[in-house]
Nanobody, 115 residues
Framework: QVQLMESGGGLVQPGGSLRLSCEVSGSLFSLSVMSWYRQAPGKERELVASITGSDPSTYAEPVKGRFTISRDNAKNAVYLQMNSLKPEDTAVYYC?????????WGQGTQVTVSS
């Protein structure tokens, strides 16, 4: 059974940086589409960034130029580098894997941007 484990969340001041990590158990990681989503209180879950094995990464408009998604297939891991954080980035961030129509979620990690 595939499991996703996020880490790296926390409290940061506006303008600061955080790096989220997601470790994925199981095989065929390199074939997976990996994504980060987030859900703020009272809002729907939204896609933040996605990365495949070959295509360019994609980003939601609010995070373009500030966030960078990357992956390390040797470590079965995906990362989200978040710079110039804003209070509106406060949310629970979820790692997501899609492979052959099967969708798997992590448990989420809280990111709070506040002074």
């Amino acid at each position: 059974q595939v499991q996703l484990m996020e880490s790296g969340g926390g409290l940061v001041q506006p303008g600061g940086s955080l790096r989220l990590s997601c470790e994925v158990s199981g095989s065929l990681f390199s074939l997976s589409v990996m994504s980060w989503y987030r859900q703020a209180p009272g809002k729907e879950r939204e896609l933040v960034a996605s990365i495949t094995g070959s295509d360019p990464s994609t980003y939601a408009e609010p995070v373009k130029g500030r966030f960078t998604i990357s992956r390390d297939n040797a470590k079965n891991a995906v990362y989200l580098q978040m710079n110039s954080l804003k209070p509106e980035d406060t949310a629970v961030y979820y790692c997501h894997r899609a492979l052959w129509g099967v969708s798997t979620w992590g448990q989420g990690t809280q990111v709070t941007v506040s002074s």
